[in-house]
């Protein structure tokens, strides 16, 4: 059964690849080109938001303080970080915590589907307040 997914990416080719996999899935995609259309997805949305697909360094723009925001909004929601800067670079900048889950770009149809798949079959790990953009454990590549 779908489930809704909020993708959060300034590229428009990239949201576009993103959203027609997940669609593909059978996935409801909430689209958002910035945070504000983000924050007006989480706030006018009936049903529940299982996942955000962020673009890190558009999370990291948000200061890690947006994401913890819309998950305190809805609690249900997972957070997928992608980029494609490495995983590595990404922490040392401080963009993403070292346990932050990662997607790297590129990436193949069938790892998106089998990552969003693990990610949506667990419960919501929750955004420490206290920390900085800290999510579920790590999917190792």
């Not at 899935?25 to 909430?30: P, Q, T």
């Not at 609690?75 to 900048?93: A, C, H, I, Q, W």
């Not at 915590?97 to 069938?110: A, E, M, Q, R, S």
Request: include cysteine.
């Amino acid at each position: 059964m779908g489930r809704t997914i909020l993708v959060l990416e300034d590229n428009l080719i990239t949201l576009g690849v993103v959203e027609a996999i997940l669609r593909q899935a059978g996935h409801e995609v909430l689209k958002a080109t910035n945070e504000a259309a983000a924050l007006g997805h989480v706030k006018r949305h009936p049903g529940p938001i299982e996942l955000l697909i962020a673009d890190a360094t558009m999370a990291g723009r948000m200061n890690g303080r947006m994401v913890r925001s819309l998950q305190q909004s809805r609690p249900e929601m997972n957070v997928l970080f992608m980029s494609g800067y490495s995983k590595e670079d990404l922490v040392t900048r401080g963009f993403l915590d070292p346990d932050g889950v990662f997607l790297p770009k590129p990436f193949t149809v069938k790892f998106l589907r089998d990552i969003v798949d693990s990610l949506l079959e667990r419960p919501c790990a929750a955004i420490p307040i206290s920390a900085g953009p800290k999510l579920v454990r790590s999917w190792r590549v």
